[in-house]
């Protein structure tokens, strides 16, 4: 989205995973849904597995300290030490269509970690 800068992460906190979105306007502001899924090196989508969860009517604006502009989804499965995986995330319009995430082309912008 023009105007919109978004930025996946993770975390780590003991043997709990977490998805990170973040997000930011650089210039005016913006309401847009937010789009989190994990997928495995093979591309395959394996947090969720069938849908991206999905943040909705999110207030993006230039960046300001006092407005929460981030999410964060516990990954809700075990993971295999040593594999490598990748957050993936995509902003669109409030009411878009959401990303097909159990086709192995949609991917997001993406950051990988190694668990």
């Known amino acids: 989205m023009p105007n919109v ?3 996946p992460c993770w975390r780590r906190d003991g043997s709990r995973v ?3 979105g973040e997000w930011q306007a650089t210039r005016g502001s913006e309401t847009v849904d937010l789009y989190l899924w ?3 090196a093979t ?3 394996v ?4 849908q991206a969860r999905r943040y909705t009517g999110l207030q993006v604006s230039v960046p300001d300290p006092s407005r ?3 999410e964060q989804e516990e990954v809700g499965i075990d993971l295999v030490q040593g594999a490598k995986y990748v957050v993936c995330l995509s902003v669109f319009p409030t009411d878009h269509l959401p990303p097909a995430i159990t086709q192995a082309s949609v991917s997001g912008i ?3 970690f190694t668990y």
């Open 43 to 45: 591309g395959k989508a």
């Open 110 to 112: 993406q950051k990988d």
């Open 47 to 50: 947090y969720p597995q069938s």
């Open 68 to 70: 929460k502009q981030w």
């Open 38 to 40: 994990l997928k495995d």
């Open 5 to 7: 800068q978004v930025r």
């Open 18 to 20: 977490y998805m990170v």
